[in-house]
């Protein structure tokens, strides 16, 4: 496997982002349209737990890794 530049390892980790706020769009839709009677408390925890994921994405300290101190 090829070592990834910055750039790639930063596109790629928000391309992931942007696939869960997809996801999260369509159990938002779900939820505003045609969610099952009794549907809200497991589409609540997995949209929660969408949010949760995403933020660590964003707040990964590792993150710091991917840019080279000048």
Do not use: K
């Given at each position: 496997?090829?070592?990834?530049?910055?750039?790639?390892?930063?596109?790629?980790?928000?391309?992931?982002?942007?696939?869960?706020?997809?996801?999260?769009?369509?159990?938002?839709?779900?939820?505003?349209?045609?969610?099952?009677?009794?549907?809200?408390?497991?589409?609540?925890?997995?949209?929660?737990?969408?949010?949760?994921?995403?933020?660590?994405?964003?707040?990964?300290?590792?993150?710091?890794d991917?840019?080279?101190?000048?």
């Open positions: 496997m090829t070592a990834q530049t910055p750039y790639q390892q930063l596109e790629r980790r928000f391309a992931r982002l942007g696939a869960l706020h997809e996801a999260m769009s369509v159990l938002n839709w779900d939820h505003s349209a045609i969610m099952p009677v009794g549907g809200a408390e497991a589409r609540q925890t997995q949209l929660s737990t969408l949010e949760v994921v995403c933020h660590e994405l964003l707040t990964d300290p590792r993150l710091d991917t840019f080279p101190e000048a």
